[in-house]
């Protein structure tokens, strides 16, 4: 059986910067989403599951679920990169996820792979710099345009009425079995638990304290379940 979600998987610097590039609340790692959960689905629970490839410690483990909310975002200025595949400006204040957005040019050209017909969705790369994705699922799965110029001119970036930002909530309080968030896994021995779905909820992330090692999660429909 398929997952509904596959949340993630990594180590705790690259997932804590996924985290971060969602604004998810800080902690040594975030297991984050690759792919939106169903839209409009109807589940009423669900089955969370994190394993690993060897011994580890999960502490202060929390579930946060997703929910789309308008966000208003003042033009700005943009220059790109070709070879990096980023947009650049500094202090440009968006998160992955953000949009959709419009793009425009004024003396020249888009960097090319980008149309003003056409709108984006972010990629955080750091504070200054950002990819462009064709759709929502694309952006929170990394997956982004490639850039094939820098663009000439003057390439602004836009919001529009139905901009919309990925608000982390916590869902269904803190995990683990002592009550405290605090869970071991091994190689051969996970955790699991159900836990409630809302509607309203597009995606979840999973984000506490890792000691070492790398770990992986998913969510799956216990309807769909054997």
Known sequence: MRPIQEIGSGNAVALAAAAAALGLPPASFGIVPATWNRSGSVVPELELEVWSTGALSVTAAVLYGGRLHPFVY???TITGSAAANTLTKSAHGLLTGDGPFDLT?????????LSPSVPIWAIKVDA???KAALSLSDALAGVFIDLTTDGTGTSTIHDRADTQRVYWETHDGLLGLAGDGAFDLTASAGYSKRVPHSPRVVAYALVGTLSTGTVSAAIYPIQDRD
């Open 74 to 76: 003042a033009d700005q």
């Open 105 to 113: 040019n004024a003396g020249g050209a888009l960097p090319g792979g």
């Open 128 to 130: 200054n710099t950002f």
